[in-house]
């Protein structure tokens, strides 16, 4: 069984659109209360507030004259905000995201339904307290004899409404094992460089419409903040953002499917694009070329298909290290596309070169776990001295005791 969700475009009626927009006014109000309560709780009285006391808030909140709308509309998305907030706190404390922001009205929003508060009949969907069907735009079928577990109903900021639909998909979506290997080369010029010697180019989206896209920033820029001609200022660069989004995603899911569908085993390097984007340089570039999505799609998609999904350390040499000899060459800017190896005299396409070590370094770590991480790195020797300081700490505690 396979969780999927199947996002479709929502046409709402206009009393439904009413009814969607206090919805997600509802959800951003609540969430952003908990929020400001929990940190103010933090900051003066230095408690830590959980989901249950952010509970307990929103039943006293529904209950003051001012806030009484909050009964007008569905109470599990506003739970599910709670919820939500809760996930972003764990995500935090984690180390893996930043301090959770307030929720914005331009940004749109989204509201979660879960089973308690819509109705699948017929293959239509009925939302709590509102007695017609969502109109929405069946671009594809769900898989047969499945029921949606959760909706969540989403407007983007381009003033786009859809619905995601998630189900238990229960088919047998394994495809038949071929014996073909592939190792990828992720980068800007051409987006994916395999080791069979194939170049996939960059399709660059946002150099496609950068000239709109500078001409509406401007625009909105020379426009009086929260007027009308502001709002349809941003409305028309959001829609081009939307635009852009959309047409690198399509790309990036066609090219992920094919990659998995011709391949048993795709090995991948494992990138930190949080930190590549800190070069201003190449933010734009790399910010475009959609890595971590392209890695995250190949990931789920080779668990649906049977496939298998390698990754191999970040400071594996792949670019720097003869595929021919195995030699590690010390330096070598980007700015070098091609190279010949000082001890065979092998002659490399610099990604063609490291897509065939990674694929190499990939079947070592899949095969017999092998670690491709260089005895030189960073992260090695802080492990190291790390060990280093428990073995001393063993040490003094053995000789109290």
């Known amino acids: 069984m396979v969780e999927k969700a199947y996002k479709f475009r929502l046409y709402p009626t206009p009393e439904q659109e009413n009814l969607l927009r206090r919805t997600l006014g509802c959800v951003r109000l609540i969430y952003n209360k908990a929020l400001a309560a929990r940190t103010q709780a933090w900051y003066q009285k230095q408690e830590r507030v959980g989901y249950k006391q952010t509970s307990a808030m929103l039943t006293n909140w529904k209950k003051q004259e001012d806030l009484d709308f909050l009964s007008k509309v569905s109470s599990v998305p506003l739970q599910q905000s709670l919820r939500h907030l809760q996930a972003a706190f764990t995500n935090f404390f984690g180390g893996r995201t930043k301090y959770p922001n307030f929720k914005k009205k331009r940004n749109g929003g989204s509201a979660e339904f879960t089973k308690s508060a819509f109705k699948w009949k017929d293959g239509q969907v009925y939302l709590a307290k509102c007695s017609e069907p969502l109109p929405i735009r069946w671009s594809r079928q769900l898989p047969p004899d499945c029921v949606p577990t959760t909706i969540t109903v989403k407007l983007d900021p381009s003033g786009r409404w859809s619905v995601s639909l998630r189900v238990n998909d229960t088919r047998n979506l394994k495809l038949t094992p071929v014996l073909k290997q592939i190792g990828i080369d992720l980068g800007i010029t051409s987006l994916v460089t395999t080791s069979d010697g194939e170049k996939i180019a960059n399709p660059k989206n ?3 419409l950068h000239k709109k896209l500078r001409l509406a920033g401007k625009s909105l820029s020379r426009k009086t903040k929260g007027s009308n001609n502001y709002q349809k200022a941003r409305l028309i660069l959001a829609r081009i953002h939307a635009k852009i989004k959309d047409s690198r995603l399509d790309y990036t899911h066609k090219l992920t499917t094919q990659l998995i569908r011709e391949n048993q085993t795709v090995v991948v390097e494992e990138i930190a694009v949080k930190n590549m984007v800190k070069n201003h340089k190449l933010a734009r570039a790399i910010s475009d070329a959609n890595w971590s999505e392209l890695v995250r799609q190949l990931e789920y998609k080779a668990e649906w298909y049977g496939r298998e999904l390698v990754k191999i350390d970040r400071y ?58 260089p005895s030189g790195s960073k992260s090695r020797r802080a492990g190291a001295k790390k060990q280093k300081i428990s073995n001393s700490d063993a040490r003094e505690s053995r000789a109290v005791s």
């Open 316 to 373: 594996f040499p792949s670019s720097k290290r003869c595929s021919n000899c195995g030699h590690v060459v010390e330096k070598l800017p980007l700015n070098i596309r091609e190279w010949d190896c000082p001890e065979c005299a092998a002659h490399h396409d610099r990604d063609i070169n490291a897509s065939i070590n990674i694929l190499a370094a990939g079947l070592a770590v899949s095969v017999c776990g092998a670690t491709v991480r």
């Open 206 to 208: 946002i150099n496609k």
